[in-house]
């Protein structure tokens, strides 16, 4: 079975998947995904399966922030992802997120996300 770039956009994240290489047929520079969420079932079932266990935890110390604590756990990936899917294209991903540009630029700040430095070897 031949597979196209489309195919390895579902599952990869590649830079240029429609640069194929010779052997295997892998667009060139992949990183392998989990399962993608529309094969893997309903989000929101996923989303409670992750946050199960701080839901469990905070009732067992009987905290008194445990929706600031499960915001905080999901916003910092969220936005991390965001701003890479974008280029860090602040004013995009603040579009996209609904929010001011400088919220997100404090947000950024608060929750210390930082650009990943690609060095070329």
């Known amino acids: ?18 640069k194929l290489t ?3 047929g892998q667009p060139e520079g992949y990183v392998k ?3 993608p969420v529309q094969e893997s079932g309903n989000l929101e079932e996923w989303i409670e399966d992750k946050i199960a266990p701080l839901v469990r935890e905070g ?3 009987n905290t008194d922030s445990l929706m600031q604590e499960v915001l905080h756990k999901v916003e910092r990936p969220l936005l991390k ?3 890479e899917e974008t280029g860090w294209n602040q004013q995009k991903t603040s579009k996209l997120l609904g ?17 990943k430095v690609v060095l070329d070897a």
């Open 33 to 35: 995904k989990g399962k």
């Open 22 to 24: 010779p052997k295997g």
């Open 99 to 115: 929010i001011n540009r400088n919220t997100l630029r404090k947000k950024i700040e608060t929750l210390r996300i930082r650009r």
């Open 81 to 83: 992802l965001l701003l």
């Open 1 to 18: 079975m031949t597979r196209t770039p489309s195919d390895y956009r579902r599952f990869y994240h590649c830079p240029n998947p429609d």
């Open 59 to 61: 009732i067992t110390k």
